[in-house]
């Protein structure tokens, strides 16, 4: 029994010291906050050159839905002419 005891101890012991080791604690850096720099002038040509370049494809936008109108309306006028020779021919 007295055996027993001494090995267990040491046994409990040797598992202890070669046991995990503490870990130094982490050092945290500061974190530094820069302010966003002011938009360069070029930035701002760009967003202007952006928008003028949209308002000018809305523009061409409306110019060829204009287009298509009056295409749908030469296309009508079209077929009436093929009809109205048509009915020439037949008579």
Partial sequence: MKRFALVAALLAL???????KPKAPAVETPVV???APAP????EAAATAAGSAAEAAG???EAAGAAATAAGTAADAAHGAADAA???VKK
Wanted: hydrophobic content about 45%; glycine content about 4%.
């Fill in 40 to 43: 360069a002038p070029a930035v």
């Fill in 14 to 20: 040797s598992l202890t010291a070669c046991g995990e």
């Fill in 33 to 35: 906050v820069t302010p």
């Fill in 59 to 61: 523009s061409a936008a």
């Fill in 86 to 88: 048509k009915d020439a």
